[in-house]
């Protein structure tokens, strides 16, 4: 209603100029003498306008029979379609002009604007290679998801827009969920265009969301191979792959393929943690202790953590916690002061009952970096140590509202995993899981070796705290 009311106070001033202005030319005084053969002829200055007016679009359509003239020549010299190209000219013009007109409508958001531009464009260019799309666009940009689905399937007929039409059908179908037909889409477009981006970006989430390893691992290939990833980024995530690819197949009952694939991983990613631990648990599955401890301590040195501690401890099943104690005294020199290792040490030595050593391995850990897992240890080493219920329960009370330690955190939700995954399980992020503390107001739970420490010992007899109640993760130190 507007926009109406806003062209008709255009066409009324436009109007109410052309009558001000013919008004003051006819009344302003004077002359336009025009000599021509020897005559001259005078004109008033309105007539002089409206004579040049017509010269110029006498002129115009001359230009116009000219090139009927033309057209007509050239169908008669045997060019059978001189004079339907003069006559479609003007069409295509107009057509274009739709086609432009719609593909701004579609970038600035109005769907029914252009699928009124592409109808129009349609029918006077008769080139569905290009208006279809933009109908498609439109369609979807409206709502119109089942029609849209119809266009794009009618782009696959012509070599020029299948690959556009098989797009358009891979966000279809992601859009409704039905990723097995996104699947099969993209490999068909990666087999038209392998080198393009945005399709292998699509077909590598997809086949990594699907467990397809070996086909997410081809594709990274095809990826490096054209350049869109960094060397070191796409070694880091071929060694992801072999690892998920790994634990499949020693699932699958696999065991050579799985060997293969978690010794390639460790290669490639030293310091990947699972990677570390799959390839060490291969060594052992052969007898090859010495390996297995030189992989274990290698990515202990680039990155400690308890699933390495729990696998150098698996090396030997059978020995007394003294005995452990011992073994792990070259594996705790290497990154003797970090936390990681403190921990470790007093894990150790709260399995041997040494509790003072427990206590000054610990040091001022639990002080300077609180946390779950630090202040249930000083809770095990106090209830070693004979200290009061009092003092005991005061740790567990702090470490119940500490933050959490270190964890297998997701880099793109912040959302935390009890254990290591290729796919973040809340928003199907590929090697998004790192081993970090979580963001501040995330809830602590006390670990569950530690619970027991919540019962009060009978006063007259000193608490005794078995082994396994001293260790964090459930896997034995």
């Known amino acids: 209603m507007i926009w109406s009311l806003i062209k008709v106070a255009i066409f009324v001033s436009l109007a109410a100029l052309l009558a001000f202005g013919a008004t003051y030319i006819q009344d302003t005084p004077g002359e336009v003498l025009v000599a021509f053969a020897g005559q001259e002829i005078s004109l008033t200055p309105l007539v002089a306008l409206i004579g040049i007016l017509v010269a110029f679009a006498a002129f115009w359509i001359l230009l116009k029979l000219a090139g009927l003239g033309v057209a007509v020549l050239r169908t008669l010299a045997g060019d059978q379609t001189a004079l339907r190209r003069y006559f479609d000219k003007n069409r295509e013009r107009r057509g274009y002009a739709a086609l432009s007109e719609g593909l701004i409508a579609v970038a600035s958001g109005e769907g029914q604007k252009a699928i009124a531009k592409a109808n129009k464009a349609e029918k006077l260019l008769h080139k569905p290679e290009l208006t279809l799309l933009l109908n498609a666009q439109a369609a979807e940009m409206t709502g119109n998801r089942t029609r849209a689905i119809e266009l794009y399937k009618q782009l696959l007929n012509d070599d020029r827009t299948r ?226 219920e009092e003092t005991i329960r005061g740790y567990l009370a702090r470490a119940l509202a500490a933050p959490r330690a270190e964890q297998w955190v997701c880099s793109a939700c912040n959302s935390i995993h009890p254990k290591w995954s290729p796919i973040c399980a809340n928003c199907n992020g590929f090697d998004t899981l790192s081993w970090s503390l979580p963001a501040e107001g995330t809830a602590a739970d006390l670990p569950e070796s530690m619970m027991p420490l919540l019962e009060t010992a009978p006063p007259e007899t000193e608490p005794e705290i078995p082994p396994e109640q001293t260790e964090e993760k459930p896997a034995p130190i």
């Open 163 to 388: 690959f556009v039409g098989i797009q358009g059908l891979i966000k279809a179908k992601l859009a409704e969920g039905d990723t097995d037909r996104a699947l099969l889409l993209a490999e068909k477009a990666f087999a038209l265009k392998p080198r393009h981006p945005e399709t292998l970006d699509t077909l590598f989430s997809l086949q990594s969301n699907a467990g397809d390893w070996s086909g997410a691992r081809a594709t990274l290939q095809a990826k490096s191979r054209a350049k869109l990833l960094p060397k070191n980024i796409a070694m880091r995530r071929e060694a992801v792959l072999s690892v998920a690819d790994a634990m499949a197949k020693h699932s699958d009952g696999q065991g050579e393929q799985a060997r293969d694939a978690a010794i390639f991983a460790n290669r490639n990613a030293p310091s990947l943690v699972p990677a570390a631990v799959l390839a060490a648990q291969v060594y052992l599955s052969e007898n090859n202790k010495r390996n297995a401890v030189r992989v274990l301590r290698k990515a202990w040195e680039a990155n400690p953590h308890p699933d390495l501690a729990a696998a150098f401890a698996s090396i030997e099943p059978d020995e007394t916690p003294s005995e452990r104690v011992t073994r792990f005294a070259t594996f705790l020199k290497i990154l003797p002061d970090h936390a990681e290792t403190r921990m470790l040490e007093t894990e150790l030595l709260l399995a041997a009952e040494d509790f003072p050593a427990a206590r000054r391995a610990l040091g001022d850990l639990a002080d300077q970096s609180p946390s779950t897992r630090t202040l249930s240890l000083m809770a095990a080493i106090s209830r070693g140590e004979g200290a009061a």
